[in-house]
């Protein structure tokens, strides 16, 4: 029997929905958005209908679009001494990472316009049946399992601020703490929100009741959003950039985001070297892949991609710049905030590859809905110039980058990652696992990973411990982790070839890949 298409995703039950949806004779658009809407409800930290994000998708007749609907800057800025806005720290177990929350790190969210926008040109079912398994688990309830409890114990700073939000996450069994593995999550409010949103569309979220209560709870807490927030956005839909390496074709996310141009310089730089010459766990390979990350991170300062005002252009791939920062590398002699991704391949050939993100939430709910508002100008990643200092109404800047890659032999393969500023190394080192190193996709995902940043080596459990001495002595600043960490991002994948279909949901963010036959 010919199989229905794969998925990949960040919680088993967003894999089965949208397993579910393409079993019922939907295409991965369909798919992509039923897994979507379940992951609002088994991912709350990570994924929400306030939040935003971008698609990738190559319809079975050729056709590559990039979906953004990512958050933008608020039309109008409140006094900084009248915002709700306020720092927590987020405990990583090794590490912690500060947050800011309230109501005045909200942006407009893009979420639901971008879903229906994808769903109006490329979906075939109706919106009423994508929402069927999403209302299902909230109005049903779903177990914790054991990655959604630790990630609710990371940030439960945010998730015990306010009231409400504390009353809808908070343990019925250990007072003071978040849901624990084993518990049940209900969210009744989300379910009835869905199924109202599945029949009146997107302007019951924009124009109708759940911008007014925002608008409302904004205008009295401290936030900035307003009317014209809502009724101005729009969803926009952009050439993909696509970038040839070695005898891959990488498509992934364009400007004004910066994830997919800073993925690209990186490839760039590794045009000029033939990484057969080494091994993808020695110390020479990753410390040339360090130096890679860090004139990486250069090139990304240097040219203000972060900057909301400048839109990163042509220049920064330009062959001269790429070549002004590949000298500056030298290899080494060679010896013997919430995010998620889910990736979809129908039997069709239709490719759906999506990274949404949340941040981490800003504490709290639009009333009334179980949905949770986004905290993005809390994120110290996407305000590179200090927080309030933001311009207005302006899409933010993102490091998400959801990416098609297409192989020679005719495999072709969707992934993403989460993991703030790791996700573009994450994605970067999956990629060079498959195109350079040959490793199957498994392989390719699993492999222990490193992240360069600001003088800091980060290096995943699992390397050889010779190797690991052998590249530290370069790295005097370094922070070693004993095991895999969903620090590193989590690269939900699948592939097809025309043997079949192949996933694998990252085990560093609890995921989970299904074949649908």
């Known amino acids: 029997m010919q199989k229905k298409g794969v998925v990949a995703a960040g919680h088993e039950q967003t894999a089965k929905a949208a397993g579910y949806i393409l079993s019922e004779g939907g295409n991965a658009f369909d798919a992509v958005i039923a897994a979507h809407l379940a992951a609002c409800v088994v991912e709350p930290v990570l994924s929400s209908l306030a939040g935003g994000g971008f698609l990738m998708a190559q319809t079975a007749a050729g056709d590559n679009l ?12 409140r006094a900084v001494e009248d915002t709700d806005f ?16 309230g109501l005045g790190s909200v942006a407009t969210p893009g979420t639901v316009k971008g879903l229906f926008a994808v769903h109006r040109e490329l979906g075939t079912l109706p919106m009423t049946v994508l929402a069927e398994p999403a209302i299902e688990l909230a109005r049903g309830g779903v177990v914790m399992n054991a990655f959604q409890a630790y990630i609710f114990d990371i940030v439960k700073a945010i998730y015990l601020a306010y009231p409400d939000t504390r009353k809808t996450f908070g343990s019925k069994t250990h007072q003071g703490q978040l849901l624990q593995q084993g518990e049940v999550l209900y969210l009744p409010d989300l379910a009835d929100c869905l199924e109202v949103l599945a029949r009146e569309g997107d302007a019951f979220f924009y124009q109708g009741e759940i911008a007014r209560a925002v608008i409302r709870l904004c205008a009295e807490r401290g936030g900035h959003l307003v009317g014209k927030d809502f009724n101005d956005y729009r969803p926009v839909k952009r050439k993909p950039l696509s970038i040839d390496y070695r005898e891959a074709t990488v498509l992934t996310n364009p400007a004004p985001s910066s994830g997919g141009t800073l993925i690209a310089f990186a490839l760039q730089l590794l045009q000029a070297f033939d990484l057969s010459r080494y091994s993808p766990s020695t110390a020479p390979y990753l410390d040339l892949l360090a130096q890679v990350q860090d004139m990486t991170n250069k090139a990304r300062i240097d ?28 290899p080494a002699p060679i010896c013997s905030r919430g995010t998620t991704q889910i990736s979809v391949i129908d039997g069709q050939g239709n490719i759906a590859s999506l990274t949404t993100s949340n941040g981490e939430g800003c504490g709290l709910l639009i009333p009334g809905t179980g949905i949770i508002l986004n905290n993005m100008l809390g994120e110290q990643d996407l305000n590179p110039k200090g927080f309030h200092h933001w311009p207005t109404h302006q899409r933010m800047t993102s490091m998400m980058a959801p990416c098609i890659v297409m192989l020679p032999d005719k495999r072709r393969f969707a992934l993403g990652s989460g993991g703030s500023n790791r996700l573009r190394t994450a994605i970067l080192q999956v990629l060079l696992n498959l195109i350079d190193f040959k490793m199957s996709l498994d392989q390719a995902v699993t492999h222990p990973r490193i992240h360069h940043e600001d003088g800091l080596l980060s290096l995943e459990g699992g390397f050889d411990d010779s190797e690991v001495a052998r590249l530290l002595k370069n790295h005097p600043n370094h922070k070693v982790w004993g095991n895999r960490n969903l620090f590193f991002g989590g ?26 036959s």
């Open 86 to 101: 306020f720092p927590i720290s987020a405990d990583f177990g090794t590490v912690r990472q500060e947050f800011h929350i």
């Open 303 to 330: 040219a203000y991609l972060d900057d909301h005002t400048h839109h990163p252009g042509e220049h920064v791939l330009d062959a001269e710049n790429v070549e002004a920062y590949r000298n500056q590398i030298k």
């Open 66 to 77: 990039l979906y953004d609907f990512f958050v933008q800057t608020p039309v109008t800025k």
């Open 491 to 516: 690269t939900h994948s699948v592939g097809s070839s025309p043997d079949g279909f192949f996933g694998i949901g990252d085990p560093r963010r609890g995921g989970y890949a299904l074949e649908i």
